[in-house]
């Protein structure tokens, strides 16, 4: 998942891996400045979807094979970036 161009977070299976945090204002909506994790935080959305319970130092040994995973899709993810860039679209015009 990206946010404004940055790489904000992972969505694998049951699982959320949150690179950045970012508080939200008494209407839900996000606030910045985002703020970048020194350690990521993990949410188990089948059990938490509001992710309110970050699994990252609990029980649950799954936290470092997704944090494997996400590395793996994140550069998969930008090597396809360089087989297949974004096209410029600045000079693009309308046809009528």
């Given amino acids: 998942m990206y946010y404004n161009g940055e790489y904000t977070a992972l969505r694998y299976r049951q699982y959320k891996v949150h690179w950045l945090s970012y508080e939200r204002d008494e ?24 992710e309110l319970h970050n699994i990252v130092g609990g029980d649950e040994g799954i936290v470092w094979g997704l944090l494997a995973k996400d590395a793996e899709i994140q550069g998969s993810y930008e090597k396809s970036f360089q087989e297949f860039p974004n096209a410029d679209y600045s000079m693009m015009t309308r046809s009528k």
């Fill in 27 to 50: 209407y839900g909506l996000l606030m910045q400045p985002l703020k970048r994790l020194l350690l990521p935080e993990v949410y188990n959305l089948r059990v938490d979807p509001k």
